[in-house]
């Protein structure tokens, strides 16, 4: 097997995942991970030998982005749905007539895996050439164990074809499937006894989300999902407080989950209880934005109780089809009124913790994984103030230019 070659990049413009290093920096990485980190004016002669040099010109380097929450593999679309919403329709009565989730259900349980991957795959190149080198991909469109598993294998298939990490997620409890009508009780069983159980033994999932809301599921429904989750030794996640105050973010950040995601609704209370459980705050912006919320998320109160905020796409056909995650650091901004560097933040350090895995990527410090990002600036802001314009220079996953 081929060694890969010591690497060592010189006059970067560091953000480390935190913060903006004070001075040029060298990085040097073996075997796919960061080796050391040096500032350029302690730099010997010595430390540079037996390493392959690249001068990144004072070019701005981020870790690889990270976007912890996506539904990128679907059948179909939901343009006449996005259509209806603008003649005043909303989404909760959309859903409360069999559309919404529902109808992706419907196409994507009649699209092959082969079609469900050919039609994923520029979805996830869209944030790949966006700087994202880990995403976390969601089921929730099958809603019975084959189609499920289908989803799951298309989101393993991604990953394996392409030069990104992928991490999955079962959201079995997304939306009550309609041979289920009237027996939520009974889905959510089958969702415990059979769903949970195959994508565990099958290697198939990392973590599992429920949808915890008046048009999906209650508190109480999704705790008998985290249960099942937890015995089978996968890390839990929520929709929660997306569009009403269930008390589903308490709950899950009680269950011990990594992250809840949307949380327009969370009152001060459940943001306490993030903070005490280590909980990680997800931002939706997209899903904001398409839906037209008015109601902000409570951003003043997730910063006073220091609860880490990541930022990501909810990439998918209703509520978010959007693919690019630089949009999502600009919208964190302007309608969440975040700091550029903690949108930053959101999509790196605080974006691996959502997925568990800050132990392994999202900033740029020995031992992790050599993946980042250089751009064509020197200013962090820069990443979050413009929209359209192409800025990646290069992006690395596992020490390689990917
Ligand atoms: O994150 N809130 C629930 N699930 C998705 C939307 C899925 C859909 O509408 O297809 C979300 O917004
Ligand atoms: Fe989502």
Not at 392 to 399: F, K, T
Request: proline letters at 5%; hydrophobic letters at 45%; a negative charge.
């Amino acid at each position: 097997m081929n060694q890969s070659p010591h690497r060592l990049w010189v006059n970067a413009s560091l953000f480390d995942g935190l913060n903006g290093a004070a001075e040029p920096m060298a990085v040097a990485v073996k075997e796919g991970r960061i080796a050391w980190l040096k500032p350029m004016s302690e730099l010997s002669a010595d430390d540079q030998s037996g390493f392959e040099c690249i001068d990144a010109k004072g070019a701005l380097m981020t870790p690889g982005l990270i976007d912890c929450h996506t539904h990128l593999v679907f059948g179909g679309n939901r343009a006449g749905e996005f259509e209806a919403r603008l003649e005043g329709a909303s989404y909760e009565e959309i859903a409360r007539a069999g559309g919404g989730i529902i109808s992706t259900v419907r196409a994507t349980r009649a699209a092959s895996e082969d079609e469900l991957f050919e039609r994923a795959r520029p979805r996830l190149q869209a944030l790949m050439a966006d700087g994202v080198t880990t995403v976390e991909i969601k089921s929730g469109y099958g809603l019975d164990l084959k189609n499920e598993l289908k989803m799951l294998r298309v989101a393993r298939r991604l990953g394996r074809e392409l030069p990104v990490r992928v991490v999955t997620t079962l959201l079995g409890a997304h939306a009550l499937p309609p041979e289920y009508k009237d027996d939520a009780d009974g889905y959510i069983r089958l969702v415990c006894e059979e769903m949970i159980p195959s994508a565990a033994a099958e290697s198939l999932a990392d973590a599992v989300d429920v949808f915890c809301e008046n048009i999906a599921f209650s508190v109480e429904q999704c705790e008998r999902v985290y249960a099942a989750a937890k015995a089978h030794g996968l890390a839990i996640k929520g929709h929660t407080e997306q569009l009403s105050n269930l008390g589903g973010s308490t709950s899950a950040a009680r269950a011990g989950a990594l992250s809840v995601d949307h949380i327009e609704y969370l009152d001060e209370d459940g943001v306490k209880a993030l903070a005490e459980a280590g909980t990680v705050a997800t931002l939706l912006p997209g899903a904001f934005f398409i839906l037209r919320e008015t109601k902000i998320p409570p951003i003043e109160l997730l910063r006073r109780y220091q609860v880490p905020m990541a930022l990501a796409t909810d990439a998918n056909p209703g509520t978010s089809p959007i693919f690019s995650l630089r949009l999502m650091l600009n919208m964190a901004c302007t309608l969440f009124r975040l700091t550029p560097v903690e949108a930053l933040r959101g999509v790196t350090a605080h974006g691996a913790r959502a997925l568990g895995l800050q132990a392994e990527v999202g900033c740029i410090a020995p031992g992790l994984q050599a993946d980042f990002c250089l751009w064509d600036t020197n200013n962090p802001a820069e990443l979050a103030y413009s929209v359209g314009l192409p800025r990646l220079v290069q992006r690395i996953v596992s020490g390689e230019l990917a």
